[in-house]
């Protein structure tokens, strides 16, 4: 499988003036296309750092952080609308800030929002729409330049537990239909089995990878994957490394 995103023994410290932070040190990773990857870690041990350093919003103070020339697409905890444009506005957001709001680019970004259920909603304003909406749309927006790689920083947090699962679902269903490789990340451990091809486990600050594991389930779809007897036990591994 081709790498898309490997990071190379990778630190990164943060300076100020009550001294320095280690947030992450000596991590090793690799994301290959087409995989939907989840790290999981304690709060608060650097793993938004990590999606910031594949984003090239961070450069690492040691080691290296290889993209293969892949273009990335964030997804953040909020779906951070803004309220006073239509969801059709917002989807276009990112085309006007890359300079490609071409009609033709326009036209790709609706077709993904009609397809993803959208259309009825493209003149309504944010606060119209139930939070699992305005995440999907947030999604689209997201998708809308067409970027090799999701990043996806905790994006059902905010959500509550029922809509949290419908909305799981939903989104992995889009990624997936758009043959797009993820990273999420998340502290949630029934999400990341739910969703993910494989894990990576961080331990407590600075972050280092704890275990790696492929899953092994045949089912693909998170809610399906939930009801099949060998989540319990996956679950009760991470959470031994996590708490190790």
Known sequence: MKEVLR???VSMHYHSK???TIAVEKLNLTVNEGEFVA????SGCGKTTLLSLAAGLLTPTLGKVITDGCSFGYMLQKDELFPW???EKNIFLPLEIKGTNTIKERETALRLAEKYGLKQFLKNYPSSLSGGMRQRAALIRTLAVNPDVLLLDEPFSALDYQTRLSVCDDVYKIIRSEKKTALLITHDISEAISVADK???LSARPARVVACHDMDFAETEPLKRRENKAF???FEILWKELNA
């Open 85 to 87: 444009r239509t969801i």
């Open 199 to 201: 894990i990576y486990v």
């Open 18 to 20: 009550q001294g320095e």
């Open 232 to 234: 319990s036990g996956w």
């Open 7 to 9: 990071f190379e023994n």
């Open 39 to 42: 790290i999981i870690g304690p």
